[in-house]
């Protein structure tokens, strides 16, 4: 055990150095990737222009019917129009393909249903 101490304390300080320095690096990390994510969100909130169709943060979709320089009016159905904060918009609506649109509009099925037949 004396040999450890002895072999520590004669050590020239690197492990002390990266036990302090690593957490500092990773603190630093993080703070600089929530920066390049805040300002990712300033720009797209600062480019919002009436008619863009957007997702808010509590799941609501709608256009944008008119700004202010913090309420955004959305539309989210026709004729129901909601005043938001527009810190609330999260980005642009997602937009569904036009395969997806179309294999749901019309399932394919093998024959119809027959509702008095046995083997049904």
Same mark, same amino acid.
């Given at each position: 055990?004396?040999?450890?101490?002895?072999?520590? %304390?004669?050590?020239?300080?690197?492990?002390?150095?990266?036990?302090?320095?690593?957490?500092? #690096?990773?603190?630093?990390?993080?703070?600089?990737?929530?920066?390049?994510?805040?300002?990712? /969100?300033? *720009?797209?909130?600062?480019?919002? %222009?009436?008619?863009?169709? /957007?997702?808010?943060?509590?799941?609501?979709?709608?256009?944008?019917?008119?700004?202010?320089?913090?309420?955004?009016? #959305?539309?989210?159905?026709?004729?129901?129009? /909601? $005043?938001?904060?527009? $810190?609330?918009?999260?980005?642009?609506?997602?937009?569904?393909?036009?395969?997806? #649109?179309? *294999? *749901?509009?019309?399932? /394919?099925?093998?024959?119809? *249903?027959?509702?008095?037949?046995?083997?049904?």
């Amino acid at each position: 055990m004396s040999s450890f101490v002895a072999a520590a %304390a004669t050590s020239n300080g690197t492990s002390t150095l990266l036990i302090f320095a690593l957490p500092v #690096l990773l603190i630093g990390y993080m703070f600089i990737t929530q920066r390049r994510r805040q300002k990712a /969100v300033m *720009s797209m909130q600062a480019d919002l %222009a009436v008619g863009d169709e /957007v997702t808010t943060t509590s799941g609501f979709l709608g256009r944008i019917t008119a700004l202010d320089d913090g309420i955004a009016t #959305l539309e989210i159905s026709p004729g129901v129009k /909601v $005043r938001l904060d527009r $810190r609330a918009i999260a980005g642009s609506a997602p937009t569904a393909s036009a395969s997806n #649109l179309a *294999s *749901s509009r019309n399932p /394919v099925t093998d024959t119809p *249903s027959d509702p008095t037949s046995p083997t049904d």
